[in-house]
């Protein structure tokens, strides 16, 4: 995929607009992290994509139909992943004292961008 230095740029600015997030990442639904500003970055891929099937499973299962987004708050601050287009997700680590509006409006936005771009790299022949 070519749209991963565009992908970043996304993120890099998405942290810049909401300076309590500690950690960035698009990955595929599947798990393949796709671009990051953030640690451990596969293993974070990874469990999103886990979390994302029951996600998944549960909003069928509850006639909420097609999956948007995802929060888990901890004691230590906020997991959130947003669907990113067809294939993709955007997952974003963030301190505690983050407001929530805030964290929502600025990610959805990105997630938006960001699906964008990857469904248009994937809709791309790849010799061109």
């Known amino acids: 995929m070519t749209a991963e ?3 970043l740029r996304e993120l890099r600015r998405l942290r810049v ?5 500690t ?8 798990g393949l992290v796709l671009a990051a500003d953030a640690p451990e970055a596969e293993s974070v891929a990874a469990l999103t994509a886990a979390a ?4 998944l499973r549960l909003t069928e299962a509850t006639g909420q139909g097609e999956f ?3 929060l888990v708050r901890g004691d230590l601050g906020y997991v959130a992943t947003y669907a990113a287009g067809s294939s993709a997700v955007l997952t974003l680590l963030a301190e505690p004292r983050i407001n929530v509006g805030r964290l929502h409006l600025e990610a959805r936005h990105s997630s938006a961008r960001i699906g ?3 469904d248009c790299a994937l809709e791309r022949p790849e010799n061109t």
Do not use: H, I, K
């Open 52 to 55: 994302l099937g029951v996600a």
């Open 17 to 21: 607009r909401v300076p309590q997030l």
């Open 5 to 7: 230095s565009d992908v």
């Open 23 to 30: 950690g960035v990442l698009a990955a595929s639904a599947d």
């Open 68 to 70: 948007r987004e995802l």
């Open 116 to 118: 964008e771009l990857v």
